[in-house]
């Protein structure tokens, strides 16, 4: 009779422990200010740092844990099917042959040329102005990161030869204030980005701004991706559920434009907000 009052006292605490137990997903998080900020005063108010809050505040049947690992981690751990997640995927073939990518939930201005305000000028003040043609305009050098993807502009950034750009192992801030300091005229930069790294290391700062480029869309859109397998389909499902809610709200604007200081960052996402909120999948 004890036996049996064991073995059922048993059989009930594993089923009250499978209950309670919640799938974990690992966020990968990077320390990128402003778009995401681990350290310092500012700590949890940058972009993405919102939106992986919302995300797991509302999903509550997961357990979440968020680690610091580079990019190549990253990939390589999905490509694994390992149970991880990841907020800042740009949407491209490759990668949807290894991961579950969910619909767009954000969306924001791709690199652009940074430059000081008076060497724009110098440009006639364009709204875009075209890359190719900057790289061969010998009155401008510029200075961009050695090993880093800068997504569509990777095809002209290597194909071109004979430019006036040049590649050094150097953090983004370093090319921000060189330009300030006159070193240097341009780099390739999200507006985003630069307008912080501006206010952060420059003595005199509101001297930099940001031309589009003619090359490239006016905005791009933001993904998760998953690993390509049920779990990470599930997962991704959950996350559409969510922002397909979310972002069709007024407020959600509000995160969208977290940390935009960059005026024409600012128009252009105020003019586009509304047909992105009703747009379900892009």
């Given at each position: ?119 724009i000028e110098k440009l ?60 240097i005229d341009y780099t ?48 991704v499902e959950d996350w ?43």
């Amino acid at each position: 009779m004890v036996s049996k009052f064991i073995s059922c006292l048993i059989s009930l605490m594993v089923f009250f422990s499978c209950a309670d137990a919640r799938d974990t997903i690992t966020w990968l998080v990077v320390d990128w200010p402003p778009f995401m900020i681990l350290e310092g005063e500012q700590k949890g108010e940058g972009l993405f740092d919102k939106v992986l809050a919302l995300a797991q505040k509302n999903m509550p049947q997961y357990e979440h844990v968020n680690v610091k690992m580079n990019w190549t981690r990253f990939w390589t751990d999905v490509a694994e099917g390992q149970h991880v997640c990841n907020i800042f995927a740009i949407k491209t073939i490759e990668r949807e042959k290894i991961t579950e990518i969910s619909e767009s939930y954000i969306y924001f201005v791709p690199n652009a040329i940074i430059m000081k305000k008076t060497t724009i000028e110098k440009l006639g003040n364009p709204k875009s102005y075209s890359l190719i043609e900057l790289l061969k305009d010998n009155r401008f050098h510029g200075m961009i990161e050695t090993t880093r993807s800068y997504s569509e502009l990777d095809s002209i950034l290597k194909n071109l030869t004979a430019t006036n750009l040049v590649r050094k192992a150097a953090p983004p801030q370093s090319y921000i204030r060189m330009i300030a300091e006159d070193r240097i005229d341009y780099t390739l930069e999200y507006p985003k980005i630069a307008a912080y790294l501006d206010q952060e290391n420059n003595p005199l700062p509101n001297q930099l701004s940001s031309v589009a480029i003619k090359e490239l869309p006016a905005y791009t859109y933001g993904y998760t991706a998953c690993p390509k397998n049920e779990w990470g389909k599930q997962v991704v499902e959950d996350w559409n559920q969510i922002f397909r809610q979310l972002k069709s709200t007024p407020e959600y604007f509000q995160v969208i434009s977290t940390g935009v200081t960059d005026e024409r960052e600012l128009n252009l996402l105020r003019e586009n907000f509304e047909y992105f909120r009703a747009v379900q999948v892009i």
